[in-house]
């Protein structure tokens, strides 16, 4: 009997690797985080509060967008963008006011809050990890120049964006943001379902004002541990402060390449370790002066254009009455004797 060949075994194997994926992707967008993101959206606000934000136009993007600004009544499924101008009588689960509407390139936010593309899905085939980490960064770094100097940037992004051992996006935020501090929440935080089971970091940065030194904790860098008999790669922030990581550090073994960090923990643990990192994360930036600046993102004046000067110059020409020629201010008519 005739058999029919067999198909090479690493396009079949990328194949379960791309199902996998087609099905985490699937339960990400069918379920809600809405639990775990309205406790978020509570202790994220007290740490604005505790940083001293009172009031100032805030823009929170991706999934649960409505939930993280505080927002009541939202199913935290949807991907929004909405911007709102938060004022200190704000509380998450009050009604007040937003637009729903992409920011635009000229905008500046006192805050950006943003949940980054699919950040809890464990994904399986490289390709796809690949994708969401550049996408990710590019993210990263939009949505901080659109924070404006003396603002935050809060990011709640996959674990991979501090973990992965290619600095360039991280060395790039580096240069002009100040990282107050970071809490990596369990996998499985968010939704709890197989495949969702990806560890989150919450990062909280502050634009640094022009000509302003760093005083930015270190999380360009990454180093190698060794945990449940593997080696992983992981930020050397959290290795320097292991109580910001919510739960137990463990190793988790890909179906390809080397094993990634995972952390284990119960969802009854999420708020009151969540309070606590988050309030360490507070108490660093009183501490070494990256509280919230006011007066650091006062928009400065717009310096007039090359045009604007030319048309400045000119007009000032014009309004100058023309001198007489010397020729004519000496020459006789005839009438003058």
């Not at 996959?158 to 992965?164: E, N, T």
């Given at each position: 009997m005739n058999r029919e060949p067999y198909g090479d075994d690493g396009k079949d194997r990328r194949a379960l690797r791309v199902a996998a994926d087609h099905i985490a992707?699937?339960?990400?967008a069918s379920t809600s985080a809405q639990h775990a993101h309205r406790i978020m959206a509570?202790?994220?606000?007290?740490m604005l509060r505790d940083l001293g934000f009172t009031e100032g136009q805030v823009l929170a993007v991706g999934d649960g967008a409505a939930t993280f600004i505080g927002l009541p009544h939202t199913d935290g499924s949807l991907s929004l963008s909405v911007v709102a101008d938060i004022t200190d009588a704000h509380t998450p689960g009050t009604r007040f006011s937003v637009q729903r509407r992409l920011p635009k390139v000229h905008d500046r936010f006192n805050v950006v809050i943003a949940s980054l593309p699919y950040n809890d899905v464990r994904l399986q085939d490289p390709q796809h990890v690949v994708a969401r980490r550049a996408v990710q960064a590019q993210l990263a770094l939009t949505l901080h120049r659109l924070t404006r100097p003396g603002g935050y940037t809060i990011l709640l992004a996959?674990?991979?964006?501090?973990?992965?051992p290619f600095p360039e996006a991280r060395r790039h935020l580096h240069l002009v943001a100040d990282l107050l501090g970071a809490v990596r929440l369990p996998a499985g935080a968010h939704r709890g379902l197989p495949g969702l089971d990806l560890p989150t970091d919450l990062l909280v940065l502050r634009h640094r004002p022009d000509g302003q030194s760093s005083r930015s904790q270190d999380f360009e860098h990454t180093t190698t541990i060794h945990v449940d008999d593997r080696d992983v790669e992981i930020n050397t922030y959290f290795e320097n402060n292991i109580g910001q990581v919510l739960g137990t550090v463990g190793a988790d073994p890909l179906a390809w390449g080397p094993a990634a960090v995972t952390v284990s923990s119960t969802p009854d643990r999420l708020d009151r370790d969540l309070a606590e990192g988050l309030g360490n994360v507070t108490a660093h930036g009183l501490r070494t002066g990256l509280a919230y600046a006011?007066?650091?993102i006062r928009p400065r004046p717009q310096e007039p254009s090359v045009a604007e000067l030319i048309r400045q110059r000119d007009s000032q020409a014009a309004a100058t009455p023309p001198r007489p020629h010397p020729r004519h201010i000496h020459r006789r008519t005839g009438?003058?004797?």
């Open positions: 992707l699937e339960d990400h509570t202790h994220l606000w007290t996959s674990h991979d964006l501090m973990d992965q006011p007066d650091a009438l003058d004797r």
